[in-house]
């Protein structure tokens, strides 16, 4: 059973800065594309940012410049480092990982909350 937990979100200013992390868990043969998608109230889901397993990234246009997609292939983790916080970040960030076990699947995390205000 493969698991994706999630951690880091919450309440910050606009400007302020935020990292989120979501490390896989349970039986895994290896680990391909991982990434985070967002979704505000009353908006479509959103792709924020991707990351191969060969480091290869790419953002949404509203982030780039912003944000930051990394992983540590060690840790089965990926993160997200988000600077320079605007209100329209404002959202339920959630994690996917591409996950090779005795098949390949695209497995999801619970989402964590982040909220901008002042």
């Known amino acids: 059973q493969v698991q994706l937990a999630e951690s880091g979100g919450g309440l910050v200013q606009p400007g302020g800065s935020l990292r989120l992390s979501c490390a896989a868990s349970?039986?895994?043969?290896?680990?391909?594309?991982m990434g985070w998608y967002r979704q505000a109230p009353g908006k479509q889901r959103e792709l924020v940012a991707h990351?191969?397993?060969?480091?290869?990234?790419n953002y949404a246009d509203s982030v780039k410049g912003r944000f930051t997609i990394s992983r540590d292939n060690a840790k089965n983790t990926v993160y997200l480092q988000m600077n320079s916080l605007k209100p329209e970040d404002t959202a339920v960030y959630s994690c996917y990982a591409r996950i090779t076990t005795w098949d390949i699947r695209t497995y999801w995390g619970q989402g964590t909350q982040v909220a901008v205000s002042s």
């Open positions: 990351i191969t397993n060969g480091g290869s990234t």
């Open positions: 349970g039986t895994i043969s290896s680990i391909n594309a």
